[in-house]
């Protein structure tokens, strides 16, 4: 696992962090947001990766045992029914590192947030 005294400055930098395990999983999650967010920015923000348009859009982050995905409370609100099988808080989705990652999910929840993102500029 990654190093969590290590300060990240780029999410590149964060990726090369972890293992070999780890480190494919988060290069997949970044390729999928890039995919349906390209005109968000990439930065680091709270020590972790954060996609940005017209204020933060997603976050992900490595955890013990899984991967924390941070699509803002309305990202875990409107996929509700769809993660009852992952550990999920107000603004914050769980995916074990012992499951697949659901990418599609996770696609449609960055769509959801980029129309909200969107939304918010108009």
């Not at 933060?56 to 029914?81: C, D, R, T």
């Not at 499951?99 to 599609?104: A, C, G, N, R, T």
């Amino acid at each position: 696992m990654g190093e969590t005294t290590i300060k990240n400055e780029t999410i590149d930098a964060y990726i090369s962090s972890y293992d070999e395990v780890v480190q494919p999983i988060l290069k997949e999650l970044r390729r999928v947001i890039k995919e349906e967010a390209p005109d968000a920015t990439e930065k680091i923000s709270y020590q972790m990766p954060t996609f940005y348009l017209n204020g933060n859009l997603v976050h992900f982050a490595v955890q013990k045992n899984h991967i924390g995905f941070y699509p803002a409370p309305s990202g875990v609100a409107a996929f509700k029914e769809e993660l009852t099988e992952y550990k999920t808080s107000k603004g914050a989705i769980q995916f074990p590192l012992t499951k697949p990652i659901p990418y599609e999910l996770v696609r449609r929840i960055v769509r959801f947030r980029v129309e909200e993102a969107r939304e918010k500029k108009k």
